[in-house]
């Protein structure tokens, strides 16, 4: 595990290098590029947040919803903010919504099974998506210091 730190470590370095080795301009555009790329993943971190929120909040609810009687009166969100008082007909059979208007009728256990299967889905991708920002981070943050020396060395002493 040392090794591949050392190795992380040197190309960055290297990096660092080809960095000094560049115009202004294309320090400039390479540091701008980056911080899009950052803002971008950043954006896409987000949602990702908030679909494994809401999927947590699904399963939290199917679970809620399986320990409640056949017949029992609840409420039933139509919308974030419209409920309508309804009666459980079937606690055994849920519909899952899997996305642009399409539903899916599974049982309880399948459908708290895929709400877990996406979540987890969700999670493996924001791991992926968090180390390719810290990254391009990096990157961006080298950029501005490398711009930032030259700069200082093109200025005037005071």
Same mark, same amino acid.
């Given at each position: 595990?040392?090794?591949?730190?050392?190795?992380?470590?040197?190309?960055? @370095?290297?990096? @660092? $290098?080809?960095?000094?080795?560049?115009? &202004?301009?294309? +320090? /400039? !555009?390479?540091?701008?590029?980056?911080?899009?790329?950052?803002? %971008?993943?950043?954006?896409? %971190?987000? =949602?990702?947040?908030?679909? $494994?929120?809401?999927?947590? $909040?699904?399963?939290?609810? +199917?679970?809620? %919803?399986? &320990?409640?009687?056949?017949?029992?009166?609840?409420? !039933?969100?139509?919308?974030?903010? %419209?409920? !309508?008082?309804?009666?459980l007909d079937?606690?055994? =059979? !849920?519909?899952?919504? #899997?996305?642009?208007?399409?539903?899916?009728? /599974?049982?309880?256990?399948?459908?708290k099974?895929?709400?877990?299967?996406?979540? =987890? &889905?969700?999670?493996?991708?924001?791991?992926?998506?968090?180390?390719?920002?810290? /990254?391009?981070?990096n990157?961006a943050?080298?950029?501005? #210091?490398? &711009?930032?020396? /030259?700069?200082?060395?093109?200025?005037?002493?005071?």
């Amino acid at each position: 595990m040392a090794s591949s730190k050392g190795g992380a470590a040197s190309s960055t @370095a290297s990096a @660092a $290098t080809e960095m000094e080795k560049m115009s &202004l301009e294309e +320090l /400039k !555009v390479l540091k701008e590029q980056a911080d899009i790329e950052v803002n %971008l993943l950043q954006d896409s %971190l987000n =949602n990702i947040r908030t679909a $494994t929120s809401r999927l947590q $909040t699904a399963a939290t609810a +199917l679970q809620d %919803l399986s &320990l409640r009687p056949q017949g029992h009166k609840m409420l !039933v969100p139509l919308t974030a903010s %419209l409920y !309508v008082p309804g009666i459980l007909d079937d606690s055994d =059979n !849920v519909l899952i919504d #899997i996305g642009t208007g399409y539903f899916v009728e /599974k049982t309880m256990s399948q459908g708290k099974d895929y709400c877990d299967r996406k979540i =987890n &889905l969700l999670k493996s991708n924001f791991d992926q998506l968090f180390e390719l920002a810290s /990254k391009k981070k990096n990157v961006a943050d080298e950029a501005g #210091i490398v &711009l930032q020396a /030259k700069l200082k060395q093109l200025s005037p002493a005071s």
